[in-house]
């Protein structure tokens, strides 16, 4: 013979689960959870810390905040609806800002600026409501920006500098290697043979009447031979 409670719990377990659900709200509890992945930033940009509660529920009257395991510095800290900026360890002071827009959600998100080596590595969020305190991991790695570089482009960035005084020096060197050969040249024909004189640029100045009559130029000589012919 079938138990009268038997029968009777199929129908009954789903007022069972809107109870403890019920119960489970009331109660303030919640879950927080983190981006589930490790994030990653470059070395002088900014992280983005995501964080959120489930089920969503307004969090702006509760204390939210980020630190550091193992000795629990804190990086961010919001509590009393501000930012308590006395509490955040050296490090991290002036390089945080907590955004709040989706903060009615349950949702937050921690920003670091001017992000460093010494950045990476685990982070905690955690939300606490009252008494009632939930928190989730996570993990930033931080990678040097010329990482992602493509090997070849650093090899042309190396030779390519290289490469372009070689041209320039080539070119320098055609433009001016007949001057250089000739300017040798004559310096060393002048160390074996003493200074040259350029004949082809010397002109024998003109002879004035004064030469041409008192020198016996052909022409003068020819003149005085018909005179005195004739005569």
């Not at 079938?2 to 009954?12: F, V």
């Not at 809107?18 to 489970?24: A, E, I, V, Y």
């Not at 685990?122 to 409501?129: E, N, S, Y």
């Not at 996570?138 to 570089?149: A, C, Q, R």
């Amino acid at each position: 013979m079938a138990s009268p409670w038997s029968s009777s719990l199929p129908s009954c377990l789903p007022l069972l689960l809107f109870l403890l659900q019920l119960s489970w709200s009331t109660a303030g509890q919640f879950r927080v959870i983190g981006p589930g992945h490790p994030l990653r930033a470059l070395v002088g940009d900014e992280a983005e810390l995501p964080c959120r509660i489930y089920p969503g529920k307004n969090a702006t009257g509760m204390e939210v905040g980020w630190y550091r395991p193992p000795f629990s510095r804190v990086v961010h800290l919001y509590r009393n609806g501000r930012d308590q900026d006395a509490e955040q360890a050296p490090e991290y002071r002036g390089r945080t800002e907590l955004l709040k827009e989706s903060m009615g959600e349950g949702k937050v998100t921690l920003r670091i600026s001017n992000v460093r080596f010494s950045d990476e590595g685990g982070f905690t969020c955690f939300f606490r409501d009252h008494s009632y305190q939930e928190e989730a991991a996570m993990e930033l790695k931080v990678e040097d920006p010329f990482y992602w570089i493509n090997p070849g482009v650093l090899v042309v960035i190396a030779v390519l500098p290289v490469l372009l005084l070689q041209i320039a020096v080539g070119l320098v060197y055609f433009c001016l290697k007949p001057l250089l050969s000739d300017a040798i040249l004559a310096r060393v024909e002048d160390s074996l043979l003493g200074p040259r004189t350029d004949l082809r640029a010397w002109h024998p100045p003109s002879p004035t009447l004064t030469d041409l009559l008192t020198t016996g130029h052909p022409i003068c000589i020819s003149r005085n031979a018909l005179n005195s012919k004739w005569d």
